[in-house]
């Protein structure tokens, strides 16, 4: 199956701080990439979709200025938590997929946000 | 009403057991539908991917979709300890904003020694 590559894995930060998340896709250009955040025991919440070149498009109740999306190749899309607070702490995951015609989504590994 | 329904278990069976995971939906316009392992502290990774109807076998994976009953399931034979974690079905439909998933909540197995 496709790569996909998310980085950092681990990251702890002091409230106030911004933290960029990044999401490669290895093998394969993504048109269409997506972030969501995970709680402890629960399912996935789509956070945001980003497709290249385009502003992302994000879902009801989710600060577009709090979280700055850039998807600015086809490679390449980042998350950026901007001002953390300790609220922010989760684990956020991204996904990517090739094509609209291959309509399967390959995820990261996910990123553990803790804000002290 | 949820738009997809799934046991969160936790589901404990002995090594060796046939595991049967299964998810209920109310969105008629799903089309495509898929199976996803998670481990502890990591991401998803796709283990079965089925469109419409049918079944879809690999290797001790088979993935059942019934349209008509809005019931897919997800066998897993002679159940290995590494088969422990978190299945998530997700599913999409074929138009609108066609690229979205919506998931389940996720079943925890747990395979036992």
């Known amino acids: 199956g496709a790569v996909v590559s998310q980085h950092p894995s681990r990251v702890i930060c002091k409230s106030g701080t911004s933290v960029k998340i990044e999401c490669r896709s290895l093998d394969f250009q993504a048109t269409t990439m997506f972030w969501y955040r995970q709680f402890p025991k629960k399912s996935l919440m789509l956070m945001a979709t980003?497709?290249?070149?385009?502003?992302?498009?994000?879902e009801q109740g989710v600060e577009k200025d709090k979280f700055l999306i850039n998807h600015a190749s086809l490679t390449l899309s980042t998350l950026t938590v901007t001002s953390a607070h300790p609220e922010d702490s989760s684990f956020y995951i991204c996904?990517?997929?090739?094509?609209?015609?291959?309509?399967?989504?390959?995820f990261g590994a996910g990123t553990r946000l803790s804000v002290l | 009403q949820k738009e997809v329904e799934q046991d969160p278990g936790p589901l404990s069976v002995p090594e060796g057991a046939i595991v049967s995971l299964n998810c209920t939906y109310s969105n008629s316009a799903f089309q495509y539908f898929m199976w996803y392992r998670q481990y502890s502290r990591k991401g998803p990774e796709l283990l079965m991917y089925t469109y419409s109807s049918g079944n879809k076998e690999d290797g001790r994976f088979t993935a059942q979709v019934d349209k008509s009953s809005k019931y897919i399931s997800l066998f897993i034979r002679d159940s290995q300890p590494s088969d422990s974690a978190t299945y998530l079905c997700?599913?999409?439909?074929?138009?609108?904003?066609?690229?979205?998933?919506?998931f389940g909540t996720g079943t925890r197995l747990q395979v036992t020694l």
């Open positions: 980003s497709n290249e070149g385009s502003k992302a498009t994000y």
């Open positions: 997700a599913m999409r439909s074929n138009t609108g904003t066609a690229s979205k998933l919506t």
């Open positions: 996904s990517a997929q090739e094509a609209p015609a291959k309509n399967i989504q390959y």
